[in-house]
């Protein structure tokens, strides 16, 4: 069965304090990697999409890698505003799956001025 | 704009009844989804469709129906028969290629409430 496990639960960081998020999955052939933002009440923001391993995209101050196993998303000097909740997803195999995505529970990011 | 847009925001059930959720996208997208998101829990799949007047269940389908009469369009009615429909609803839709997954874009979502 395709998991998507993300890590920590929840994650308190100080204005200015550079941290990783982490997203480890067991889907197998794993055929992309995404990175969305949600904020209270509202849908996913997309972030970003990885495809292959050793592939890196960066926005802002959000960076995710990409390694065989698991995703990071790093986040650097962060603000206030990057208080969101991060998820991660991955594509479920294909023929009739062809477009399922598999959720990790979320990372609560909380940043305190 | 392009966009997903879902309607109502917030959205009263009392025991017994079914209701219908909207999605409407003008993004031009194949595919749409629905999804249903618990506190502390990842966002599940209810329903998906890939093409016009064809759909699949998800990983929790029991409870609700979908059509997809027009490719802007994928209705979410929940039945009586959902034991816990209590949460926040969500649609995405994305397009359909046959080389990497696509992105799938998300909704602002329905919150379903049972009194």
């Known amino acids: 069965e395709d998991q998507v496990t993300q890590s920590p639960e929840a994650l308190r960081l100080q204005e200015g304090e550079s941290s990783s998020l982490n997203c480890s999955y067991t889907v197998s052939g794993l055929r992309g990697l995404f990175w969305y933002r949600q904020d209270p009440g509202k849908g996913p923001e997309f972030l970003f999409t990885?495809?292959?391993a050793g592939e890196e995209k960066e926005k802002e101050r959000l960076k995710a890698t990409l390694t065989k196993k698991e995703s990071f998303l790093h986040i650097t000097a962060p603000k206030p505003e990057d208080s969101a909740t991060y998820l991660c997803?991955?594509?479920?195999?294909?023929?009739?799956?062809?477009?399922?995505?598999?959720f990790g529970q979320g990372t609560i990011l909380t940043v305190h001025p | 704009d392009g966009g997903i847009t879902q309607s109502p925001k917030y959205l009263f059930r009392k025991e017994g009844q079914n209701v219908t959720l909207s999605c409407e996208q003008n993004?031009?997208?194949?595919?749409m989804y629905w999804y249903r998101q618990d506190p502390g829990q990842g966002l599940r799949l209810i329903y998906y469709?890939?093409?016009?007047?064809?759909?699949q269940k998800g990983d929790i389908a029991e409870g609700y129906s979908v059509s997809r009469e027009k490719k802007e369009s994928f209705p979410l009615t929940v039945t009586s028969a959902q034991k816990n429909p209590t949460a926040f609803y969500l649609c995405?839709?994305?397009?359909?290629?046959?080389?990497?997954?696509?992105?799938?874009?998300f909704g602002p979502g329905t919150r379903l409430t049972v009194l």
């Open positions: 990885l495809y292959s």
């Open positions: 995405a839709s994305s397009t359909r290629t046959s080389g990497n997954p696509d992105t799938q874009y």
């Open positions: 997803a991955a594509p479920n195999a294909g023929g009739t799956s062809y477009g399922k995505l598999t």
């Open positions: 993004l031009n997208h194949d595919a």
């Open positions: 469709s890939q093409i016009v007047n064809d759909f």
